[in-house]
Structures are given as structure tokens and as C-alpha cells.
């Protein structure tokens, strides 16, 4: 019977191979990018939010290791939905009971990587002429 460090393990790699929506969204009305400077992870969180704070459709792209990239996958397949008040409520601790396998302070940077651009991206609506 496979180990509860196994079957975390197996589950990151579900989403590193098989991602949830990862791409670009052209109905993006918010959208926000940044790096981890410590290894070159870059994440890109592009949302569509309705009028009423709601978070109607989400995607991501980015490059970088395993951690960045599947726990952007998990992030956006949480908040999925949810409200911009339920996604301002979820914490970085949160995030990394997400994410599953305990981390060194280092590797959080790449899990956590993904939680901050989704925090930013609701700050950051796009302009008419940003939309090009």
C-alpha cells in the first residue's frame, strides 16, 4: 500500500503532466505575472471576473519546476468559482496544505509562487489598451 508521501507525490505529478487550464484566456478581465528570482519560476494568472466579485474562468502559463507548475494547477482548480473575497481569505498556509508534501523554506517559494500572482491578478484589471 502505497505511503501518504506517495500518493502526495503521485498527485503533484497528475497535475504537473495534466494541468487544469493552462493556457491563455481571452476573456481575461484581470491578469498579473511574476518570478521567483531565486530560480527563474514565472507564473502568469489570467482571470475573468462577472461584476459581482466572482470568479467566473481562470487560467495560467508559466515555466519552471514541477512544485511552480503543479501547484498553479491545484491553486486555480480551488478557486475555480469562488468569490474574490473567498480568494483574498485563502492564506499561504493554506496553499501549502494544498500542495501536500512538506517543503523546504526554498521550494515553498516555488509553491507559493502561484498563490501570490492570483493575489495580485485581482488587483490588476486590464485596460482597454492593454488588451492588444
Known amino acids: 500500500m502505497p505511503s501518504e508521501e506517495e500518493l502526495y507525490q503521485e498527485h ?10 493552462q493556457g491563455e484566456l481571452e476573456s481575461a478581465t484581470h ?3 511574476d518570478k521567483n528570482p531565486l530560480c527563474g519560476d514565472i507564473i502568469r494568472i489570467e482571470l475573468q471576473l462577472n ?7 481562470l487560467y495560467f502559463t508559466g515555466e519552471g519546476c514541477v512544485i511552480s507548475q503543479a501547484s498553479a494547477s491545484m491553486l486555480l482548480e480551488q478557486m475555480y468559482g469562488k468569490t474574490v473575497e ?3 481569505q485563502f492564506s499561504a498556509a493554506d496553499m ?5 508534501p512538506r ?14 500572482v492570483l493575489q495580485s491578478a485581482v488587483h490588476s484589471p486590464l485596460s482597454k489598451e492593454n488588451e492588444s
Do not use: A, M
Open 86 to 88: 473567498e480568494l483574498k
Open 12 to 21: 503533484v505529478l497528475d497535475h504537473y503532466e495534466d494541468p487544469f487550464h
Open 31 to 33: 491578469v498579473h505575472q
Open 51 to 57: 461584476g459581482d466579485g466572482k470568479i467566473e474562468d
Open 96 to 100: 501549502l496544505k494544498l500542495y501536500g
Open 103 to 116: 517543503l523546504t523554506p526554498n521550494r515553498q517559494k516555488c509553491c507559493l509562487l502561484s498563490w501570490k
